[in-house]
């Protein structure tokens, strides 16, 4: 041994020897060779100090796929970018007019404080941390929901792959949910769990985007509209047919407004899929049963595919406004409407009260899809794998939540009842504050988790914008967080008619944290319209 340690330590000073030397004038070392430092000399990258051309890259702006230059989403862009930038300058102690960033930009509720729903946490950790379900702190119910699905997973573990579409056992309570809800069968098979309704909603438009210049296919998208919508039709390279709801009405939805957009699209493109978000992102709507029946004849009449974004369908705040699911008004008009007008609806456990958006967790239930089509859903699922497994678990938990009786019960309905209660305070606090300052107008909050005030911007603050390249509203939103902390989104993100102004907010933060904001905000645009007055 002691033998083989000293040649060891022999071959190692040699080793360090030779490095200290550098490279000898061993084979390939000589002028013009690949690998020295001599004329003529490259490397394989071009980025060596010889006199070779310089390989340029593969990817670059140009060579790059032109639809995802196009791609925008405003929910993220360059204000929450400087956000981001202006949290790190606190955290270094560089001197700001505020204390900290508020942000209402995005509809994230924990990260706004707001508490997770006992239940269905629970039910995620039991699963994920299986040892839990010895712990005699944690309800029965609980208990048994976490051992049905581990049974449901291969090897018994939440780390394990499950089908393309979901597990068999959360798309039947998925089914049963929505005939709780709807009062009308829902089919498992035709349920598809998604990591998030985003996810589900860019899938169906993967299959519905086909053709070519006037024969590709034409989306029609409310404006204002969440961003998702502008930015998977830019990435598809589908074509964007906007029709505006009307802001004098509460952004009440209007057919001859849809026929309009249809017509004008039919002009450039073949129009195929109608979008509908109820309740409203970001404007707060939500749309009456005779409204929902006046679109489903209008996509019957039209040869138009439905999709419907139902995330919010637990947020509604005002006296008078109902939900009503796509699903549901469809099957109770009967045919030929019920059972011919395609429709894709979607959930999620981001918004609600459950707020979960980082568990990544959603479904989407297709009516009336044909069954080659529904094969070929089917087939592009799989190619994600498997939606997230803690996300389908939250999902599970959502769709069989406790009954009366069951021990978790009472807790379970006094969480949820406290979180849209709060969150019904905020919108009714949001209107009276906005309304309250001239120049700011405020629909109603009737139901999701946004205002989108109007804003009256004086002509100089307009051509002050201009000449640093921004839109008005971004550049009133940009002054407003640099000169407050206050982060919201210029209403231009999310389309708005020419002319008009607007931002969108959250409703999410503390109350008395979103008072604050309100009335800086509110301080903020009297001062910002007496300096371009």
């Known amino acids: 041994m002691r033998a083989l340690r000293a040649l060891r330590s022999r071959r190692d000073r040699a080793g360090r020897t030779m490095a200290a030397a550098g490279p000898g004038p061993g084979p390939g070392s ?104 010895s712990d005699s702190s944690i309800p029965e119910d609980a208990k048994a929901r976490a051992r049905r699905l581990l049974r449901e997973c291969a090897g018994h573990s939440a780390g394990s792959y499950t089908s393309s579409p979901g597990l068999d056992v959360v798309r039947g309570d998925v089914a049963r949910f929505l005939q709780r809800r709807d009062g009308v069968r829902a089919d498992p098979h035709r349920i598809f769990l998604s990591s998030g309704a985003s996810e589900a909603i860019v899938t169906m438009l993967k299959l519905l985007v086909s053709g070519s210049g006037p024969s590709r296919t034409g989306v029609l998208i409310p404006i204002p509209q969440y961003p998702l919508y502008s930015a998977a039709i830019a990435e598809l390279d589908a074509v964007q047919l906007s029709y505006f709801l009307d802001e004098e009405r509460c952004w009440a939805l209007d057919v001859a407004e849809l026929r309009r957009a249809l017509d004008e699209g039919r002009r450039r493109s073949c ?86 958006c980082g ?10 899809l044909h069954p080659e089509v529904l094969e070929q859903l089917s087939k592009l699922v799989s190619v994600r794998l498997c939606p997230s497994v803690p ?53 109603p909050v009737q139901g999701a988790m946004y205002s989108f005030p109007r804003i009256h911007l004086p002509p100089r603050a307009c051509a002050a914008a201009q000449a640093v390249g921004q839109a008005p509203d971004m550049f009133f939103c940009m002054r407003l967080l640099e000169e407050t902390g206050i982060c919201v989104v210029p209403g231009s993100g999310f389309g708005q008619r020419e002319g008009t102004f607007h931002f969108r907010m959250t409703i999410l933060p503390p109350t008395e944290k979103l008072r604050t904001l309100l009335e800086k905000l509110s301080s903020f645009y009297a001062k910002f319209v007496k ?3």
Do not use: W
């Not at 509720?109 to 707001?114: E, F």
């Not at 040869?303 to 008078?320: S, T």
């Not at 045919?335 to 918004?351: G, N």
């Not at 568990?359 to 009336?368: A, D, K, L, Q, S």
């Open 391 to 443: 996300g389908q678990i939250m999902m599970d938990a959502l769709m069989n939540p406790p009954c009366p009786g069951e021990p978790s019960h009472q807790r379970y309905m006094e969480e949820k009842e406290a979180v849209l209660r709060a969150l019904a305070e905020r919108a009714r606090l949001t209107q009276e504050i906005l309304n309250g300052v001239p120049g700011i107008r405020c629909n």
């Open 271 to 356: 129009p195929r899929v109608l979008c509908i978000i109820n309740p409203g992102n970001p404007t707060g709507q939500v749309q009456s049963r005779q409204c929902i029946e006046d679109v489903i004849r209008f996509a019957y009449e039209e040869r138009l595919f439905l999709m419907a974004d139902e995330v919010y369908q637990d947020n509604v705040y005002a006296e008078g406004s109902v939900f009503h699911s796509f699903k549901k008004v469809l099957m109770e008009m009967g045919p030929p409407y019920s059972d011919t007008v395609e429709l894709a609806s979607f959930h999620s456990l981001s918004k609600g009260f459950m707020g979960e």
């Open 30 to 133: 000589g002028p013009g060779s690949g690998s020295g430092s001599g004329p003529g000399s490259g490397s394989g990258s071009g980025s060596g100090s010889g006199s070779g051309p310089r390989r340029e890259p593969v990817l670059t702006l140009s060579s790059m796929n032109a639809a995802i230059r196009r791609v925008q989403y405003a929910v993220r862009g360059p204000i929450v970018t400087r956000a981001l930038e202006l949290e790190r300058e606190l955290r270094q102690g560089v001197p700001k007019p505020f204390q900290e960033v508020l942000r209402a930009n995005i509809g994230d509720a924990h990260a706004m404080g707001q508490k997770p729903i006992t239940f269905l946490r629970q039910v995620a950790a039991l699963c994920l941390y299986p040892e839990l379900l």
């Open 359 to 368: 568990f990544r967790g959603g479904y989407m239930e297709v009516v009336n």
């Open 531 to 533: 300096e371009f007055s």
